[in-house]
């Protein structure tokens, strides 16, 4: 096995209290947890934020230009640039799946082509949400059946940006939306090893 990877484990847990759960996205908790082979030692708490995971869309045209959202997110108190995306609903659905639903709904818009690009854990230090990043090519105009934009979605703006302007906004960090800097910069540097092989 090489050492260059992540490597799954899970510690005992003592106990564990619901400190908020309802029937919302996410729920927080508190676990008391034991290192494995440290029985002299007293478990110790850690707080996770549970969270089903997430799909976001780098949907990019044939003139290389990227979908971009505005969204005012209320714990950041910014309005950013996004991509389409959205939470895995249901237990077990396919991320790929989530991906093709949220450019759908947010943008009315369907794709041709899929690429997944990459899938990464947002903040492990206490939560265990995964999000995967799918680039969409070959768009089309899709209808958003009986899904309405409501609550912050209700504000969204949409808006196309050259791809290579995107890059230099996130670089120059006037774009810092993380799940944004991920997609952009995977595909950017595919897009490199494509050029140079």
Avoid: K
């Amino acid at each position: 096995m090489s050492l260059l990877r992540d490597v799954p484990e899970s510690w005992p847990v003592e106990d564990s209290n619901d400190l908020h759960r309802d029937d919302w996205v996410v729920a927080f908790r508190s676990d008391r947890i034991r290192r494995p082979g440290a029985e002299d030692e007293e478990p110790f708490r850690r707080l996770v934020l549970e969270h089903p995971g997430a799909a976001v869309v780098l949907a990019i045209d044939e003139d290389d230009r990227v979908l971009c959202l505005r969204q005012y997110r209320h714990p950041a108190q910014y309005r950013l640039v996004e991509l389409p995306a959205g939470v895995v609903d249901h237990p077990g659905e396919d991320p790929e799946q989530v991906a093709r639903r949220e450019l759908r709904e947010e943008a009315a818009l369907a794709a041709e082509r899929w690429t997944h690009l990459l899938s990464t854990l947002s903040s492990p230090g206490y939560s265990a949400e995964r999000i995967h990043y799918y680039l969409a090519e070959g768009l089309s105009p899709a209808d958003r059946g009986d899904f309405v934009l409501r609550h912050e979605e209700a504000d969204l703006e949409t808006f196309w940006v050259p791809f290579p302007e995107l890059v230099d906004a996130i670089l120059a960090g006037d774009v810092t939306d993380g799940p944004v800097v991920q997609a952009v910069l995977a595909c950017h540097v595919l897009r490199e090893r494509a050029r140079r092989a």
